[in-house]
């Protein structure tokens, strides 16, 4: 046998030949040469670790695994007990599982780095084909086979090129603004196959007991716990519908499983029967009071915290990873729970942490309009930054089920909360040591659960508080503020409020963190020799808490804001800048790459992790000196340049109105109005506070904000949950719906779709009653919005105030259908609509959640003609195909629009939200009309849009770069660069013109022999040679611009 052999040399010293292996890899990856491999015995290390792929859902065949399940559930079932029914039905969804598998599920992988992200079947495919025709070529050595194994390479290459774009633009769109910027560098670096080591392994691992210990310290197992209170809620108690069990498990994310390697994925793919069987075992389980063993069972995988010390025990975070049919049960637990704990008022009303319509910004706003009124009343505010120690981890399960007991919940769902709470086993692992711990305190930190549980536990805070004292909490994050001049009241005010903290905390068992705690006094009395002396200058304030003085600093940081005393937001400003300038060298580095270098990719990762970092709390400082906002400005512009291709002398609107972003400062302010329409329900204690600035005569910044506020006349409408206990056993018996005829008409070309869809129609529903048919619509324009119903024995037409949308007015035809059908004779009716997106949102159990006011009174009136043996089908039809009923509903919604009756209706905040957005847009197309500068790109693009000028098209980033330095009119060519000082002439080398783009078209010497090539293609899309680039590009003959780029690109020619 020959042995392969290699033209390159290897030299290595004398000692080290002998233990040195070296061979030649029979395959050229790529290469010109044959790659030599030298393996170097390891030494002193950590030996390789094997990992073991337990992930059911990889690689497993879906239609085999319901077969698998409806196959096992056909067989004869013994009765059981309610564990071990539970028992065999996990046990048999994972041996399903297994059976559907398409490879092999129990891989262990012999080498330290994991898989490169975006490799699959058919890049492997192609590689093994690439490989086979190679060494077919090695043995033969004919023309032939080295032809046909280059052909493979190059379809290898461009076929992984594919797999390596399309997989980075699927990650960029699933980006949410929550992305760590360690995380986008972990996986630009997966893209090129390149892994760090990790740095926690490089150090010792006697961190993993101490941090065990401290996630399930020494605590004796709390006494069983009884409800001894009569009565209570029962009908918490009551067993769970499919209806509960649906909407779960549509809520639940494919997370990580516990140690029963279940993923919900899993779950979500059995057949009705078998959820039915599962919900079936869920309820057995609740109804006796039964914890599965493997529910008790908690995977803690310890993250490490940036910046932190690996050898630390405090560097890391738990994440604990539970059983997801726990976190199943626990779900349908919380909708339950989080509805009868809003309803009953037993959440504090200081309290913004995970609930429904509050977040941070509320927190923020509250906080920023108590010190400008405090600044108002000349007064200072002082705030004590508390911090909760462990604040999960320290909650007493048997105190928190006494605390539900008092509140009235229902005496078995305590008990099986109390059950589920009290006792988990948790398990330990770093990769060199394992720690087995059991926890009888606490809650889990990967249980829904835990937050609203949290918030009811401490939801007596209140009580502490002094008569002039106010709190605002967001989870276990807490400020404390008082507004006085005098700095001993103050002081009085603030540590009694602390003293009574102190005991409130020592009743739950939970303990506030002194070295945590912050102080700060926000002034903005000036620095005078009186002023000194009354202490109203930086007022001495001592407090203390637990006997420990609570330090004094000068600024905080409070979600995630930055509050300086002065409220200046220096230093926010700063930090922002900082933060950000370390996700722009991530931006510039993929900016860098061939597969994610596309002008759409980069905005798209732009708006996500960088813009929403500059505009996160802009509530607070977007109205601060214009010198401070030009810091964040200058991020926007240099972010923008770099996904455009510009050059820097760029004019900056003009870069924004090319890539369809708006100006940072109109951005912020359209944010802080729409948060305004938000809080106008969920929070008006924000805009109370406005009012009171604004009638005390405030001349803050702030209020132009408010002020915009009231110019856009919101009137919102605080809209009802909608009752799900009403629905049926399955929410699909109250409605049905049809979207079969987007597949019948999918391949009608458009321009036959009015002479083919009818007849369709009619061979589809002809056989319906005709009395049974309702058709609807809703219409826009300018003058207004309009909806109506039609059947053939009576119709309807109504006008909606503004604002509204088509989506709102679609469903109003609907509810105002389903009103005419309550009048009739029960039996089985079919509405048919043109607005697929209404079917989206009626057609599955996710509606219950909706808060649309027409999808709430839609469910309500479909629950009522359920009841009354009414049967709803929802049917989507194409719209202006010729379909006689749906052109008549459309005619009479146009008819509404004008001659309508007004439709009286409540009209929820969402539907202002768009006012806003109009508003900065005029701003920002009256500052685009009025700016000196990019006059050129005016002519071309008159209009702002928030889209950028290529939305829609599929060219390259080259094709895209190109275009818009021509748009933009700066290019690096002597026509410009004259203008700015970087050229000492604007006369073309040749001598006969200006050396600019329509010079070197159409006139340059220097690209004559190229030319009639260029004039041939011009001619042959039936245009005119010589046109100016100004006049194609306002045109936007796209064909034109192509043909002059693929000119530029075979001539040389660089902008």
């Given amino acids: 046998m020959t042995r392969p052999s290699a033209l390159d040399l290897s030299l290595c010293s004398a000692s080290m030949m002998q233990s040195i292996k070296w061979k030649v890899i029979p395959d050229p990856l790529d290469s010109d040469h044959l790659p030599i491999l030298i393996s170097i015995p390891e030494g002193k290390g950590t030996p390789a670790k094997t990992t073991f792929n337990g992930d059911l859902t990889m690689k497993i065949d879906w239609q085999k695994y319901t077969e698998l399940v409806a196959a096992w559930l056909s067989l004869e079932m013994e009765v059981v007990s309610p564990s071990e029914e539970y028992y065999k039905f996990s046990r048999s969804i994972t041996e399903c599982a297994l059976r559907a598998q398409k490879g092999r599920t129990h891989q262990v992988r012999s080498f330290k780095r994991p898989p490169i992200p975006w490799w699959d079947s058919d890049c492997q495919a192609a590689t093994i084909a690439k490989r086979r025709a190679f060494a077919e070529f090695c043995n033969a050595g004919s023309r032939a086979l080295y032809e046909k194994y280059k052909a493979l390479e190059r379809k290898c290459k461009n076929l992984c090129k594919a797999k390596k774009r399309g997989h980075w633009r699927t990650y960029v769109n699933s980006l949410d603004p929550a992305t760590s910027l360690s995380s986008l560098w972990k996986k630009a670096k997966s893209m090129r196959a390149y892994y760090p080591a990790n740095e926690s392994e490089s150090h010792t691992a006697d961190w993993l007991k101490p941090f065990a210990r401290k996630i399930c310290p020494d605590f004796a197992p709390e006494r069983n716990f009884e409800q001894t209170v009569a009565g209570g809620n029962h009908s918490l108690d009551k067993s769970f519908t499919m209806v509960e069990f649906s909407l779960a498990l549509m809520s639940s994310k494919n997370s990580a499983p516990g140690r029963d390697n279940i993923k919900i994925k899993l779950i979500q793919n059995l057949p009705d029967l078998a959820k039915k069987r599962l919900l079936h075992v869920l309820n057995n389980l609740f109804s006796l009071n039964i914890i599965p063993p493997p529910w008790r ?50 959440l504090s009303n200081t309290q913004y942490g995970f609930r429904k319509s509050r977040s941070t910004n509320d927190c923020l706003a509250l906080l920023t309009t108590e010190i400008e009124l405090a600044h108002l009343r000349k007064q200072n505010l002082t705030a004590v930054f508390l911090d909760i120690q462990g604040a999960f981890d320290s909650v007493s399960p048997h105190k928190l089920c006494k605390k539900l007991e008092l509140a009235g919940i229902g005496p078995k769902m305590n008990r099986f909360l109390f059950n589920l709470l009290s006792e988990k086993t948790m398990f330990f692992d770093n990769g060199h040591n394992q720690e087995i711990r059991s926890s009888f305190f606490g809650l889990p930190q990967g249980s829904c659960l835990s937050p609203i549980l949290y918030n009811f536990y401490t939801n007596d805070i209140n009580a502490c508080l002094e008569p002039n004292c106010n709190i605002i909490q967001f989870a276990d994050d807490g400020v404390l503020t008082v507004a006085c001049r005098d700095p001993e009241k103050a002081k009085v005010a603030l540590q009694a409020t602390l003293n009574k903290l102190e005991n409130w905390a020592n009743d739950l068992g939970i303990r506030f963190s002194p070295r945590k705690t912050e102080q700060i006094s926000f002034c903005f009395f000036s620095n005078t020799a009186g002023n000194i002396r009354k202490g109203l200058f930086d007022p001495k304030i001592d407090i203390t808490l637990y006997g420990e003085t609570i330090n004094k600093v000068e600024s905080v940081k409070y979600l995630g804001v930055w509050f300086d005393k002065r409220l200046r937001w220096d230093k926010h400003i700063v930090e922002q800048a900082r933060k950000c300038s370390r996700r722009v060298n991530f931006l510039r580095t993929v900016t860098g790459f061939w597969w994610g270098a596309h002008p759409i990719d980069i905005l798209r990762l732009y708006k996500t992790t960088i813009l929403s970092v500059l505009e996160y709390g802009s509530f607070c400082f977007h109205r601060t000196a214009k010198t401070r906002i030009k810091i964040l400005e200058r991020i926007q512009y240099r972010c923008l340049r770099m996904a455009m291709g510009c050059m820097k002398s760029t004019h900056n609107m003009s870069l924004e109105v090319m890539s369809g972003v708006m100006p940072l400062k109109l951005r912020m302010e359209q944010l802080a109005l729409r948060y305004l329409i938000r809080a106008s329900t969920s929070n008006p204690q924000v805009v109370n506070n406005f009012e009171r600035l604004q009638d005390a005569g405030c001349r803050s910044k702030i209020m132009e904000t408010f002020r915009d506020f009231v110019s856009l006349h919101v009137v919102a409408d605080n809209i009802p949950r909608f009752d799900h206990t009403a629905l049926p056993e399955a929410y699909d018996s109250i409605l049905t719906t049809d979207t079969s005829f987007r597949e019948d008409i999918d391949s009608i070309p458009h321009d036959l779709g009015g002479s083919t869809i009818p007849a369709i129609f009619k061979e589809k529903y002809s056989h319906l009653d005709v009395d049974a048919q309702f058709y609807t619509d809703g219409s826009s324009s300018s003058q207004g919005t309009g909806c109506a119903y039609y059947n053939y024995s009576s119709e309807a037409f109504y006008k909606l ?54 999808v709430n009174k839609i469910l309500e009136l479909l629950c009522e003609l359920f009841d009354k043996e009414f049967r709803i089908s929802l049917i989507w039809i194409p719209a202006h195909c010729g379909i006689p009923g749906n052109e008549k509903a459309d005619a009479l919604a146009k008819k509404g629009v004008v001659e309508g009756t007004l439709y009286n209706r409540p009209t929820p905040p969402y539907e202002f939200l768009r006012l806003p957005q109009q508003l900065c847009l005029s701003r920002w197309q009256q500052m685009w009309e009025t700016d000196e500068l990019g006059r050129f790109l005016f002519s071309i693009t008159p209009q702002v849009s928030l889209r950028p000028w290529f939305s829609g098209l599929t060219e390259n980033r080259a094709f895209i ?8 009119n700066h290019f690096a060519l002597g026509a410009h660069l004259h203008r700015i000082d970087l050229a000492q002439s604007k006369i073309c080398g040749c001598g006969l013109g200006f050396h600019d783009v329509d010079h070197l078209l159409w006139a340059c010497a220097e690209y004559e022999a190229g030319r009639p090539v260029l004039i041939g293609a ?38």
């Fill in 297 to 346: 069972e908690v995977r803690v995988v310890a993250s490490l915290k940036n910046g932190k010390p690996p050898s630390d025990h405090t560097s890391y975070r738990p994440i604990a990873m539970l059983s997801c049919l726990r976190k199943l049960l626990e779900r349908m637990l919380l909708f339950r729970l989080e509805g009868w704990l809003e309803e009953n008022n037993h």
């Fill in 801 to 854: 105030e503004k604002p509204c949308s088509i989506f709102i007015a679609e469903l109003a035809a609907i509810f105002c259908a389903l009103t005419k059908i309550n009048t009739k004779a029960p039996g089985e009716y079919f509405i048919f609509t043109d607005s697929l997106s209404a079917v989206e949102a009626l057609k599955s159990v996710k509606a219950i959640r909706s808060s649309n006011i027409f």
């Fill in 961 to 968: 770069r190109m275009m818009s330095r021509l748009r933009s």
């Fill in 1018 to 1055: 011009v001619l042959a899309l039936s245009r005119h040679p010589a046109v100016p680039i100004r006049d194609i590009l306002a045109a936007g003959d796209f064909e034109y611009l192509r043909v002059i780029y693929r000119f530029a690109m075979e001539s040389g020619l660089t902008l």
